[in-house]
Nanobody, 115 residues
Framework: QVQLVESGGGLVQAGGSLRLSCAPS????????MGWYRQAPGKQRELVAA???????NYADSVKGRFTISRENAKSTVYLQMNSLKPEDTAVYYC?????????WGQGTQVTVSS
C-alpha cells in the first residue's frame, strides 16, 4: 500500500504564503491526477486544485489567482503554493493521487491563517 506524506502546513498570518508538498512512500506510475483537497471544521471536504500528468490544472474559484499546483512526475510529487492566504483558507489539507487503478490519500496537514 502506498502512503502519501504531506508537509508544509502550519500557522501563518493573513496575506502570507505556505507551500505544501506531497510525496509517495514508493514510486507510483505517473499517469494519474494529483490533487489537493481541504476540509474546514463543520464543512465538507472540497477540491482545491488538481493537475493531470500532462500538466492540465483545475482550481476552485475561491483560490484562483492565489494558489498554484505543480508536480514533478519523476518524483511522483505534487506541490501547492499558497499565496495571499486568508482566514477562510484555514483547514486540513489532504493530498490525493488517483488513476483508473488506485486512489491514495494523505493523512492531512493543518493550515491555519490568522487574521
Amino acid at each position: 500500500q502506498v502512503q502519501l506524506v504531506e508537509s508544509g502546513g502550519g500557522l501563518v498570518q493573513a496575506g502570507g504564503s505556505l507551500r505544501l508538498s506531497c510525496a509517495p512512500s514508493r514510486s507510483i506510475f505517473s499517469t494519474n491526477v494529483m490533487g489537493w483537497y481541504r476540509q474546514a471544521p463543520g464543512k465538507q471536504r472540497e477540491l482545491v486544485a488538481a493537475i493531470t500528468s500532462g500538466g492540465s490544472t483545475n482550481y476552485a474559484d475561491s483560490v484562483k489567482g492565489r494558489f498554484t499546483i505543480s508536480r514533478e512526475n519523476a518524483k511522483s510529487t505534487v506541490y501547492l503554493q499558497m499565496n495571499s492566504l486568508k482566514p477562510e483558507d484555514t483547514a486540513v489539507y489532504y493530498c490525493n493521487v488517483q488513476s483508473r487503478t488506485y486512489d491514495y490519500w494523505g493523512q492531512g496537514t493543518q493550515v491555519t491563517v490568522s487574521s
